[in-house]
């Protein structure tokens, strides 16, 4: 996906970038891609592929909500940056958090951070199920861990009315083993949004629930899934 393709898709997201914005899109890549030759942060270097499988890929979440509001938002492993970075970078008007167990990649992300002089994003190094000093508007999540195992670990993150926002791929049996959790935790499914990523032609899910009024407010002792592999 080379520049063109990517606004041109992006418009059809209603999505239209400023120059600042495509500058910072393009600093991101060559700090991401220059990082990279010595902290593992991507197997996906080619600058086309980038373009395509993190940043648009990353801003497809709009498909599920209006991020033009001034909502909180924390990306739980965040990795390199993807959506949180990405979604910062394009939605300003976010208040962003990136949280990630490995502190190498968040000192990249400080990094790109105070190089692209982004304001109201900050970093956590922290496993997901470790940290607990706020409640978010939106949890969101990009090829992590499964759906399951991701609402349990995040559950203390997402204040009341607000929302579970996940990207994935191909995921029918993930759902499936993911009802029971959903139904413990009295979520709310709101959307599955199904589509295919233009040019590669693979298969993405977006998942969205809610956590209603009737959610329980703290963590429901009943809820007896083991978290084999902390995040």
Not at 138 to 152: F, G, M, P, Q, W
Not at 180 to 198: C, D, G, T
């Amino acid at each position: 996906m080379n520049n063109e393709t990517f606004k041109k898709e992006l418009k059809k997201l209603n999505i239209e970038l400023t120059k600042e914005q495509e500058q910072q899109l393009e600093k991101y890549y060559e700090m991401l891609i220059e990082t990279n030759k010595y902290i593992n942060l991507t197997r996906i270097t080619n600058k086309e592929e980038v373009y395509l499988k993190h940043f648009y890929d990353s801003l497809t979440i709009i498909k599920t909500i209006d991020l033009t509001d001034s909502l909180s938002l924390i990306d739980i492993g965040t990795g390199a940056g993807f959506p949180g970075l990405v979604l910062k970078i394009v939605f300003p008007n976010l208040k962003v958090t990136l949280l990630d167990s490995l502190n190498k990649r968040i000192e990249f992300l400080n990094t790109v951070i105070n190089e692209l002089n982004l304001k109201g994003i900050k970093t956590i190094h922290s496993r997901i199920e470790d940290y607990k000093e706020e409640q978010f508007d939106i949890v969101t999540s990009r090829a992590v861990a499964k759906t399951n195992i991701l609402l349990e670990l995040s559950y203390n993150l997402v204040k009341p009315n607000g929302y579970y926002i996940f990207l994935k791929s191909d995921i029918e049996q993930e759902l499936k083993e993911s009802e029971n959790a959903i139904k413990i935790l009295n979520l709310e499914l709101i959307k599955v949004e199904k589509f295919i990523l233009p040019i590669e032609n693979s298969k993405r899910t977006i998942i969205k629930l809610k956590k209603t009024s009737k959610t329980n407010s703290k963590y429901p002792r009943n809820f007896t899934q083991i978290k084999k592999n902390p995040l």
